[in-house]
């Protein structure tokens, strides 16, 4: 079993160094913009050199007391793995009936279940902020977790749809002969199948809560700030805080973040986020 | 009792023939919650943008809007901002997943690589491309020691800062969906496309292209829609009084600067309506090309 290797003849094509040339310098690029985030993080100060002339961990000391990091910290995943709960609780089971039945008016749902991913989240979070303020849930926790769900709940339920039409139907119904219930069939039968797609689908939901920003921004209040809109905050109203300190800050939650997807790509093999693609077997 | 139980039996299994059964109970829930969270401030929001605060016809709003160039104008600066930036992000991400589509040793970790900057975050990015690019930065050093421009190139508080910032954090998404769409072709076309005499670029304009093109507008649609709303890096790395004054700024100046939710609602309804238009306009154009050109072949 000898696989043609694609990239060996790729190598020979002036057309190849030119995409990688490019995908080298975007690389590059990045790597100094993070880089100059990080390096200033560290910096005792840094005005026009090439580094700064001393290093200091103080910052994140820093950070982590002044914007009180513990607690936005716990605001952040409290907020994030309770939009992750509902989400996967009410989202798979729609998925499941959407995978598994035609009915009139199936085209309206496709709507509202597309409409919150497709829009762009000012244009309901405007809206939503207003009628959160109207009930006095705008600030709390509750409100933060209700309109990030607007986005998460449509998302998982698009993620999860093409996970079940893959489920033979064959397999319930053996099930349903054997004398299981709706219940039991859920529990014992489609729940552990999914198990893969239910993990991708709430780790994705996972990083996208961590860095959503307009929804969390508008309704959210001082006790019910995630990381991002705290980081904003900071970076919005400069020479309040010292850069670096926002920096420090910025750093920790790409560190943060990066731990999330990393987790999430032990899990779900990126190209089948779409479309589930078996992978090709060499022949 | 006796005669009832058959005829809801009948009944069942008629709606079941139509799809209409228990299972579809399970869909309720979510649909509530969507209605109540995302529908009903919709509307409720669309009803508030035709009640003026300042009075006038229903739609004074949408009038005042228009009349005022500098909120009017928000729509070109953002259409300025998020055309490009999509548009780069599927083009650029086309060539390199299209060399990433094989098997080979550290696809993977280059996948990932490209695919991290997602998690950087907008305040990240936003701060570091304002000490990267900015005049005393590591990008314009090398430039001027290279001698390639004589004074700092201004790339940050305008246009450029906004469109970079818009391009890292869109780029991961475009080509994470378009390596997926491209993964989902069927490698043994192409290979009887070789068959055929067809060279390398004909394999590409003529089967990898035009099986890739719905997906591509999909990604294009996604990657718009992700352009669209720049509201923190037009604030932070832009000019927000004039250059990137985009329509989320106007719509969260209307709403949390002049409390004024009545215009921050029309603005927010017209965001929706342009963007809404790209996305038909671009669905259209999936419509026709797909099968126009490749007829039959599912996607």
Redo the contacts between chains.
């Keep these: 079993m000898t696989?043609p290797?694609?990239?060996r003849a790729?190598w020979r094509?002036p057309y190849?160094w030119i995409?990688?040339g490019?995908?080298a310098f975007?690389?590059l690029?990045?790597a100094?913009?993070?880089l100059?985030?990080l390096v200033?993080s560290f910096a005792v100060n840094w005005?026009?050199t090439?580094l700064p002339s001393a290093l200091t961990t103080a910052w994140y000391a820093d950070a982590w007391q002044e914007f009180g990091l513990a607690d936005v910290l716990q605001v952040t995943l409290l907020v994030a793995l309770a939009v992750v709960g509902l989400a996967l609780l009410?989202?798979v089971?729609?998925a499941?009936?959407?995978a598994?039945?035609?009915?009139?008016g199936?085209r309206l749902?496709m709507l509202?279940?597309l409409?919150?991913?497709?829009?762009?989240?000012?244009?309901?979070?405007?809206?939503?902020?207003?009628?959160l303020y109207k009930f006095h849930l705008a600030g709390t926790m509750f409100g933060v977790i209700?309109?990030n769900?607007?986005p998460a709940?449509?998302f998982v339920?698009l993620v999860m749809t093409p996970f079940i039409e893959q489920i033979d139907t064959n397999i319930e119904s053996a099930a349903r002969m054997c004398g299981a219930r709706?219940r039991q069939v859920f529990a014992r039968v489609l729940v552990p199948l999914l198990i893969p797609g239910i993990l991708a689908a709430g780790i994705l939901v996972l990083?996208r809560t961590v860095?959503m920003?307009?929804l969390t921004f508008l309704v959210s209040g001082p006790d019910s700030q995630t990381l991002?809109v705290a980081?904003?905050s900071a970076?919005?109203t400069p020479g309040i805080r010292a850069a670096q300190a926002?920096?420090a800050m910025?750093?920790v939650?790409?560190l943060l973040?990066?731990a999330?997807?990393?987790l999430a790509?032990m899990f779900v093999n990126?190209?089948?986020?779409?479309?589930q693609?078996k992978e090709?077997t060499?022949e | 009792m006796a005669t009832a139980q058959p005829a809801t039996l009948v009944l069942r299994h008629r709606l079941a023939e139509r799809g209409i059964d228990r299972v579809l109970l399970l869909l309720i829930p979510a649909v509530l919650v969507l209605l109540a969270l995302f529908l009903y401030p919709m509307l409720y929001g669309v009803g508030l943008s035709l009640q003026p605060r300042a009075g006038g016809g229903m739609l004074a709003n949408y009038q005042a809007f228009f009349l005022d160039s500098y909120q009017s104008g928000t729509i070109w600066k953002t259409m300025r901002l998020a055309l490009p930036a999509a548009l780069i992000n599927v083009g650029a991400a086309v060539p390199i997943a299209y060399r990433l589509r094989g098997r080979f040793r550290g696809r993977r970790l280059l996948t990932a690589i490209l695919v991290l900057p997602v998690t950087l975050g907008t305040v990240l990015v936003a701060d570091g491309l304002l000490r990267y690019l900015g005049p005393k930065g590591w990008f314009n050093r090398v430039l001027l020691d290279l001698g390639i421009v004589d004074e700092p190139v201004r790339l940050i508080y305008n246009y450029w800062g906004v469109l970079f910032s818009l391009l890292i954090t869109g780029f991961p998404f475009a080509f994470l969906l378009v390596l997926s769409y491209m993964s989902g072709i069927d490698p043994t076309l192409e290979r009887a496309a070789a068959t055929l005499g067809a060279g390398p670029w004909q394999r590409v304009r003529h089967i990898t292209l035009p099986l890739l093109a719905p997906g591509l507008a999909t990604t294009f649609i996604l990657a718009f829609v992700l352009a669209f709303s720049v509201f923190p890096s037009a604030n932070l790395v832009g000019e927000p009084a004039n250059e990137t004054r985009v329509m989320a700024i106007a719509a969260y100046q209307a709403a949390f600067e002049k409390y004024d939710y009545s215009m921050a609602a029309t603005i927010a309804v017209l965001m929706g309506v342009f963007e809404l238009l790209v996305i038909a306009l671009v669905l259209l154009w999936r419509g026709r090309f797909y099968t126009g050109t490749t007829g039959g072949k599912g996607s």
């Design positions: 696989v290797t694609p990239h790729g094509q190849a995409v990688w490019g995908v975007f690389l690029n990045l100094a913009l993070i100059s985030v200033n005005f026009g090439w009410l989202g089971p729609a499941y009936a959407l598994r039945r035609d009915f009139a199936k749902v509202l279940l409409l919150p991913v497709l829009l762009p989240p000012i244009t309901y979070g405007i809206p939503l902020a207003t009628v209700a309109a769900l607007v709940l449509p339920v709706t990083v860095a920003f307009e991002i980081l904003y970076a919005f926002i920096d910025a750093v939650y790409t973040s990066s999330l997807l990393v790509l990126p190209t089948q986020i779409v479309a693609v090709v060499p």
